[in-house]
């Protein structure tokens, strides 16, 4: 029989957005793929959920490549891509979180003699995860949540006043803000088929000028500490597929009681450890 418990992946591209993902995870063990890729697999306390982190590293191509393996190896219900971003919309002030409608991949396009014309690519958010989201953050008073799409494209952008400022404000002004991975990881999901996924990105700048001295005041970290909020407020929120039989890990055997049966939903019987000669019969009580 399949483990019931779903699992839920959770990626991110810097240390410091693994450790506040990291913070929420419980009974973690890490396991290795073949190829040296790591995770850690744990426990969303008062959940059914496996949680699976990995640090992938800074690049679209580098989290499409990684979350592609992931979701092969792991074969997770949901998929998140966590982390900080730069602001690209007034009102979108550091310490917001940003919950990513839609993920736009940015460098698409074709050059003509009469300038660079755009080819937008957009991926869109789950359904149930932007639901769950929006139910999630009205009970988070210390959260600032925008839903808006959000650019990536493999750049950091320090500069508004720059070429590429203007061809986001010119070609994606709807987007509230610019990181480096989203899209990557958004179109792995979507590549595997009915697979739930969402970025959501804390603001640590305000993609300007001002970004060093953003980043020297700490606002990396407080921007990745409310997007991990928001991520797992998400996760306790977000029901799992009716009869979900997600593995976290291949290797890893049933959920154990402490009477030392296997823990299983519905109307199963673990057979398992015993010796049978013949066909057995059963029947439902009533209880549970």
Do not use: C, M
């Given at each position: 029989m399949p483990e019931t418990q779903p699992t839920a992946l959770v990626l991110t591209a810097l240390p410091l957005e693994y450790d506040a993902v990291r913070a929420y995870v419980e009974k973690r063990r890490e396991r290795v793929h073949r190829d040296g890729t790591r995770v850690e697999i744990g426990q969303l306390p008062s959940t059914t959920w496996h949680i699976a982190i990995a640090e992938l590293g800074v690049g679209a191509g580098r989290a499409a490549a990684l979350?592609?393996?992931?979701?092969?190896?792991?074969?997770?219900?949901?998929?998140?891509?966590?982390?900080?971003?730069?602001?690209?919309?007034?009102?979108?002030?550091?310490?917001?979180?940003?919950?990513?409608?839609?993920?736009?991949?940015?460098?698409?396009?074709?050059?003509?003699?009469?300038?660079?014309?755009?080819?937008?690519?957009?991926?869109?958010?789950?359904?149930?995860?932007?639901q769950s989201a929006r139910s999630a953050v009205r009970d988070m008073a210390d959260v600032r949540a925008h839903f808006m799409p959000i650019a990536t494209g493999d750049v950091v952008l320090a500069d508004a006043e720059s070429e590429i400022a203007g061809y986001l404000r010119e070609n994606y002004n709807d987007a509230g803000a610019i990181e480096m991975e989203g899209s990557g990881a958004?179109?792995?999901?979507?590549?595997?088929?009915?697979?739930?996924?969402?970025?959501?990105?804390?603001?640590?700048?305000?993609?300007?000028?001002?970004?060093?001295?953003?980043?020297?005041?700490?606002?990396?970290?407080?921007?990745?500490?409310?997007?991990?909020?928001?991520?797992?407020?998400?996760?306790?929120?977000?029901?799992?597929?009716?009869?979900?039989?997600?593995?976290?890990?291949?290797?890893?055997?049933?959920?154990?009681?402490?009477?030392?049966?296997?823990?299983y939903g519905g109307d199963h019987i673990d057979f398992r450890g015993g010796t049978f000669y013949g066909p057995v019969t059963g029947k439902t009580d009533g209880r549970r």
């Open positions: 979350t592609t393996l992931l979701i092969s190896w792991l074969n997770p219900e949901a998929v998140f891509f966590v982390g900080v971003a730069g602001s690209l919309k007034d009102d979108v002030g550091i310490g917001d979180v940003v919950i990513g409608t839609q993920v736009y991949e940015i460098h698409g396009g074709k050059q003509t003699p009469e300038g660079f014309q755009a080819r937008p690519k957009a991926h869109s958010a789950s359904h149930a995860l932007v958004a179109h792995a999901a979507h590549l595997n088929g009915q697979l739930d996924a969402l970025v959501i990105r804390g603001i640590s700048d305000r993609a300007d000028a001002g970004k060093r001295d953003a980043d020297a005041a700490g606002s990396q970290e407080l921007a990745a500490k409310q997007a991990a909020a928001v991520t797992f407020a998400v996760l306790r929120k977000h029901r799992p597929r009716q009869g979900s039989s997600a593995s976290s890990d291949p290797e890893e055997g049933p959920q154990r009681r402490g009477d030392g049966g296997a823990t």
